[in-house]
């Protein structure tokens, strides 16, 4: 046989191996367009809510440099991201504003936590107008066990947890506590006591509908796995759906995230762990999964979640297109920095996979972060880490908000936070 040695028609043949290549794998990391939010202090800041003229509010608190205190601090910004209004918080002794929604009447409710003097922490319901003027109405939320919680809140129910503690952390003994759930109205009124359902989890979403209100929780099953429940605004339970495992491999399937899909339904990121030999879960695998308005699972995808995944799980849609965050497993180390990027997996609103993306952050945009390293002590190991905190979708496509900080590690531990910032970040798509 003749071989053909000819280097031109190799050529040829390589490039469009790697041009099939690029069009079914993950895109390359790419330089992500950043806005920094930070102000002169040290901001441990979140997202509140999209108000009803596509303005975003920013919401928690500012620790001003060289004093140690911190204050509530809400920033409002308009639809190009620049800054509508600004409010600080000086009234409050080390207060931070973490939840936020719009109401009926146009007012913003912000749930907020004031930490007095030699005191526990109190929740207090606060009122502002959406040009950012407090309206001088307050809630206070009263404590009816060891400590209270507030979780997702909507225009007219809150989420919250009366927490009763049941073992102190000790020698070979765990710290344990006992989570009441309950909804509240933003005056304060107990409406419901949620039967069978913990929300004592990292991350709740709760949406509100005319005929209810859909979120994620505990369900006490053999296997305690996050479900999603709908119930009335009573409280009372219209349906609930318990998800199957989508790998082989995993133990169970929760519902991490949940948002309306556009057309009655709602879109459901669901994570699985995966036991090691040491029982603990450290892996997880991901999956999509759309349920109709009745709670039936239509379909589940898989697709762009190959690989285990650690943490960083959001979900949003944007100009009809669906977008599921997470981070990649490192083979050593701490996942959450910032030289490990951030993968995303986009599918069309049918669940149709587009592929998967990766976003790359840097301190480019942020000199204070960066000053912060430069100054810490020779010899300290340094480490930068990305804490992301909500999909965004704005009018110019998705945005995720972050947390960025530098910190010191200490016997291979992260130590001390030596400086924060906070930002939006554009999300690239395939």
């Known amino acids: 046989m003749k071989r053909n040695n000819h280097p031109g028609k190799m050529i040829r043949i390589l490039l469009i191996c790697l041009c099939a290549v690029l069009a079914m794998g993950c895109a390359c990391a790419e ?30 608190s500012r620790i001003t440099f060289g004093e140690n205190r911190y204050s509530g601090r809400l920033l409002c910004l308009n639809r190009d991201r620049t800054v ?33 003097e030699d005191k526990d922490s109190v929740y207090v319901l606060r009122f502002f107008t959406t040009d950012g003027k407090p309206t001088g109405k307050e809630v206070r939320i009263p404590c009816r066990k060891d400590s209270v919680l507030i979780k997702s809140v909507t225009k007219s129910r809150l ?29 304060g009124n107990e409406i419901a006591f949620l039967e069978d359902f913990d929300l004592g989890s990292a991350d709740n979403d709760m ?7 859909v979120m994620n929780g505990y369900g006490y099953d053999p296997k305690f796995r996050r479900a999603v429940r709908k119930t009335d605004l009573q409280g009372n339970m219209i349906w609930e759906t318990r998800l199957e495992c989508a790998w082989p491999d995993t133990t169970r399937a929760d519902a991490e995230r949940i948002i309306p899909a556009g057309d009655g339904g709602y879109l459901v990121l669901q994570v699985e762990p995966i036991l090691s030999e040491d029982d603990m879960e450290r892996e997880y695998r991901g999956a999509l999964v759309k349920l109709d308005h009745e709670g039936n699972v239509l379909w589940t995808r898989t697709e762009g ?33 910032l030289d490990n990027p951030r993968r995303i997996a986009w599918f069309d609103e049918n669940g149709q996979f587009l592929g998967n993306v990766e976003m790359e952050f840097s301190t480019e945009n942020f000199p204070r972060l960066r000053q912060a390293v430069e100054t810490m002590e020779d010899g300290a190991e ?18 995720m908000s972050g947390q960025l900080q530098a910190a010191e590690v200490e016997n291979d531990d992260i130590g001390s936070k030596v400086a924060f910032d906070f930002g939006l970040f554009r999300v690239p798509e395939p």
Do not use: C
């Not at 809510?49 to 928690?60: H, K």
């Not at 190959?306 to 490192?330: C, Q, V």
């Not at 480490?383 to 998705?398: Q, S, T, Y």
């Open 159 to 187: 989420q919250m947890l009366d927490v009763n503690k049941l073992t102190e952390e000790g020698e070979n003994q765990s710290y344990s506590v006992h989570y009441d759930n309950y909804l509240i109205d933003w005056d």
């Open 305 to 337: 979640f190959e690989g285990f995944t650690d943490r960083g799980w959001l979900l949003a849609m944007a100009n009809g297109k669906i977008a599921a965050s997470f981070i990649n497993m490192k083979e050593e180390g701490e996942n959450s920095t």
């Open 207 to 213: 949406i509100e509908e005319a005929d209810g209100l």
């Open 84 to 116: 509508s209004w600004e409010y600080n918080d000086d009234d409050y002794r080390d207060g931070i504003f973490f939840s936020a929604a719009e109401m009926e009447d146009g007012t913003i409710g912000l749930v907020f936590r004031t930490v007095p």
């Open 382 to 399: 340094k480490i930068l880490l990305v804490f992301e905190d909500r999909l965004i979708p704005m009018e110019d496509g998705l945005w």
């Open 31 to 60: 330089k992500t367009e950043a806005v920094n939010l930070g102000g002169d202090g040290r901001d441990l800041l979140f997202y509140g809510t999209t108000l009803a003229d596509g303005r975003i509010l920013i919401v928690g």
